[in-house]
């Protein structure tokens, strides 16, 4: 079955430390991905999303993610985190001719100040 | 623009008891999905529905049942409620909803439906 893996399910950070959280998906083929933010309180917002091109993809607050296709791999990455980043994170991904994404099971950052 | 809007915020129901979520998709949105999350699950697909059809349907059982109006709005109902149905119903709108190959919509998600089972 087609399914998007978040290895990491809590990280806690310190300030101005480095990001990376892990996601791994099994599709074949043409695959859309998607990266979404949940902060405290607030609505699940789209931070990134890849579809074809440039495997590397900018998003909003200082975010990136990577698509590696030989790893089946579209991890998160962010330089330098703040307290703001605080926030529950999900991983989403869909083949090319598919209708529904599949979220992983979400990775909770919490950054010290 | 306004966002996505759901009704009401939080519910307590006993089991047994039916309940109705409601979703008001972003204006000009043809496309609602709702989902269900929970603690250790993320957000697993419930159904969406485009221009009043159910489009797509998730692996949930028939107790959880929904519809579109002409306005695009959207109604969820669960029916014979179980404790296992606590959970946040999320509803996600976007203008085409989700279409197959490459040229997929931004979905918009509302704050959510806090139900808990008693």
């Known amino acids: 079955a087609q399914s998007v893996s978040q290895h990491n399910h809590h990280v806690i950070l310190s300030e101005a430390a480095s990001l990376e959280l892990g996601c791994n998906y099994s599709y074949g083929g043409t695959v859309n991905l998607f990266w979404y933010v949940q902060y405290p309180g607030q609505h699940l917002q789209l931070l990134l999303k890849y579809f074809s091109g440039d495997p590397l993809v900018k998003g909003i607050k200082g975010f990136e993610a990577e698509f590696i296709k030989s790893k089946f791999s579209f991890n998160l990455r962010k330089p330098s985190v703040q307290w703001s980043d605080t926030a529950e994170y999900f991983c989403a991904g869909k083949s090319g001719g598919s209708y529904i994404p599949t979220f992983g099971r979400g990775t909770s950052l919490i950054v010290h100040p | 623009k306004a966002g996505v809007t759901q009704t009401p915020r939080y519910l307590i129901k006993t089991r047994g008891q039916q309940v109705t979520l409601s979703c008001s998709p972003i204006?000009?949105?043809?496309?609602v999905s709702w989902y269900q999350q929970t603690p250790g699950q993320g957000l697993q697909f419930l159904f969406e529905y485009f221009s009043e059809t159910q489009r797509n349907k998730g692996n949930f059982p028939g107790r959880f049942s929904g519809r579109q109006f002409s306005n695009s709005r959207s109604e969820m109902n669960v029916s014979t409620l179980e404790l296992g149905d606590s959970a946040l119903y999320l509803c996600?709108?976007?203008?085409?909803?989700?279409?197959?190959?490459?040229?997929?919509?931004?979905?918009?998600f509302g704050p959510g439906t806090r139900l808990t089972v008693l």
């Open positions: 204006s000009g949105h043809r496309s």
């Open positions: 996600a709108s976007s203008l085409n909803g989700l279409a197959g190959g490459q040229a997929v919509d931004e979905q918009f």
